[in-house]
């Protein structure tokens, strides 16, 4: 059984290895979960997917192969007592219990369903008696009844007792979903350098011992905290269309703070132009001169430019096409400049890419940093992070 269950999990691109089906085998001897479904699927995920950006495939993957092995045209002969009456109490407001009573109860219900599975021969839709589809019967799915027991697909209305063989695993996060703070996280530290350096005040464990065993008494080592070396300069697109993405950009904006030391961040809108800004309330009277930012920040830094590249094509490849003020230059040739300075750099855009055609900007924009823009989504920050 749980052979076919690897190599399932394998065909859907899972990187589980024997020695992780060896550790599952000896967690389930060792009766780390008993005969319960959802205690297997937590134990099979803590042992054989080691990235959580893998969660999502995984629960797709456990969902088609054990939906796969309950698929058959059969019902089952009888449903346990226990199963409709554990947590009951919890799950149903007391309006509800009144409610179930009324109409007789879950006694009544349980004596009922198993009568009619022991009855009943074939699939059924439709009526109000049969385990089926549609119609008024209170057993089933995709009907309606004021009380009753959903099971083999999705409801509609909300009004079941219980669900049997119901599952609440939670998507963490596709490919091509929207990313979470954790998520982004888990991307950025990719982009990890370690360095040691500033003043000795962390005790080196190693070192300690063997001067100690070399010098004959006590000699402690002191080294650099370990930090991320590498220098990021991020610059975010605010106002007009960003004010839509604010909480994507804000929780990437946090990742990034917990992730680098070496962080500088300034605004613009819609395209770069001769300035930039740190603080939005005095984003006119605090300007910070493009051509110092340029002479102030090394080429070791990486860049990152967030936004979503929706403007006027005029805004980008014409001297005064800024919406807000004359620019001298064109936004371009500020783009040209800014990528001859620091050659690692990209662009993430929080609009999804398939709407990307539908903005010929967004297309020119693209095209003038070398086709480096990549939509806020775990695949595009991977791949954003690669090319950093």
Known sequence: MLIDFFTHLRRHKLPCSLRELLDLHGALAARLARLDMDEFYLLARCLLVKDEAHYDRF????????????????????????????EFARLLSPE?????????????LLETLNQRLAEQKERHAGGNKWVGTGG???????????????????GEHGRAAKVWEARHFRNFSDDDAPLGQRAIQLALRKLRRWVRKGNPDELDLDDT???TARQGWLDV??????????????????????????????RLFSALRHEFKHLEFFYFHNCLYDFVWQDNNRRFEEK???WRLLRTYGSDYR???????????????????????????????WLARLQHQYPKLVWINPLPRREWLWHPSIKLMNDLIG?????LTLAGLAEAIDRL
């Not at 650099?224 to 269309?241: A, C, T």
């Not at 014409?318 to 371009?332: A, C, H, L």
Request: charged fraction near 25%.
């Open 59 to 86: 629960d797709r993957a456990f969902a088609e192969y054990y939906d796969g092995l309950q698929a058959s045209p059969l019902l089952p002969e009888t449903l346990p007592d226990d199963w409709l009456r554990q």
């Open 96 to 108: 509800e219990k009144a409610l179930l009573q009324s109409l007789g109860g879950l006694d009544k």
């Open 136 to 154: 008024s019967s209170p057993f089933g799915h995709g009907g309606f009844h004021p009380e009753g027991i959903r099971m083999g697909g999705e």
């Open 209 to 211: 011992i063997r001067s």
């Open 221 to 250: 080592k002191l080294r650099p905290e370990r930090h991320n070396g590498v220098k990021l300069l991020v610059f975010f697109d605010v106002g007009g269309s960003m004010d839509s993405h604010v909480a994507e950009v804000q």
């Open 288 to 290: 910070f001169d493009t």
């Open 303 to 333: 860049v990152i430019l967030v936004g979503d590249a929706k403007m006027g094509p005029y805004e980008i490849t014409w001297p005064g096409g800024s919406v807000e003020y004359w620019n001298e230059e064109p936004g371009q040739l």
């Open 371 to 375: 086709g480096r823009m990549h939509p």
